[in-house]
């Protein structure tokens, strides 16, 4: 097969297409295996209060350990998973293990809200509303510790039908967020109709906006914007001590980011809850622990 590009020809695409092809098929088919053979887990991600910073929750962020691809990337999987019809598995798999977390942190006495990323499938699920309240029973979190993140496509690519979905969640008390904000169609007329209360900054510009005026503008924006409707501004991709300094002078409310921490399985964000704790004994707040 011969493409062409800007009226050059383009070869030799086959066979890593076929690849690519292949090795998507083989994600898809091998996917609820996996999930019952411990291949997927979820690390976790801190996210800590701007000013104070205190811990305030966690995002849970899904890897998959493939016997033969090794680590897959959730940007290469999740949307495989998705066009499979397959997403419910994955979403119920990560939720419960995110609420378990949950469950087990309130046993010893912490209060630590966990995130979980929406499909835009589960935004077409009628019966979703009630798989969650059920799971939060099932594991006895109350909802406002459970966070839903989704991205505006998800909400754009069928509104009429997200929309209800997205009320019910809200109204079980569960804290929704818009993820990726700012790449989207960024449609602020329609942010304003979504029942949020919060927003993700698109990591892209956190990441630029030290070297590219134009992403500090649209991250000074985003801020005054999401403040202006009252909502919660958390900034993905901090990744230094500029960045985040920039977003405290700016009133950004939390950051999440490698300058905090990466992503981290069950067993080392534990270890590092609990050298954060011993550090600020006699400093806890309502958030819990300080950073
Ligand atoms: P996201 O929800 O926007 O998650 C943020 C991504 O940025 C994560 O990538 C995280 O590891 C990465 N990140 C965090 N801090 C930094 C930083 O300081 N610098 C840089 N360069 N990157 C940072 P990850 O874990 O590879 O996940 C990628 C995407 O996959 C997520 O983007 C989310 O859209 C999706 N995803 C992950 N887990 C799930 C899941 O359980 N369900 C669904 N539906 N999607 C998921
Ligand atoms: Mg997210
Ligand atoms: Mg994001
Ligand atoms: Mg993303």
Known sequence: ???????????????????????????????????????????????????????????????????????????????????????????????????????????????????????????????FPAKVAAALGRFDVPPELLTFELTESGVMADPQRALPILRELHGLGIVLAVDDFGTGYSSLAYLRQLPVDQVKIDKSFVLGMGTDLGDLAVVRSIVELGHSLGLTVVAEGVEDDVARDQLEAMGCDVAQGYLISRPLSEERLEAWLQARTARSLGHRSETVLTL
């Not at 000013?51 to 966690?58: A, D, N, Q, T």
């Open 1 to 127: 097969v011969r493409a062409t590009r800007g009226g050059e020809e383009v070869r030799g695409y086959v066979p890593s297409m076929g690849q690519i092809f292949l090795r998507r098929f083989q994600m898809v088919t091998q996917f609820r295996q996996a999930l019952e053979d411990g291949q997927v887990s979820v690390h976790y991600q801190p996210k800590v209060s701007l000013p104070g910073k205190h811990v305030v929750g966690v995002e849970a962020l899904v890897r998959w350990q493939h016997p033969e691809f090794g680590r897959v990337d959730p940007d290469e999987f999740v949307p495989a998973v998705e066009a499979a019809g397959l997403v419910g598995a994955l979403t119920s798999f990560v939720l419960d293990k995110a609420l378990d977390r949950v469950r087990r942190w309130l046993d010893e006495g912490l209060e630590i809200s966990v995130a979980v990323n929406l499909s835009v499938r589960n935004l077409a699920d009628e019966e």
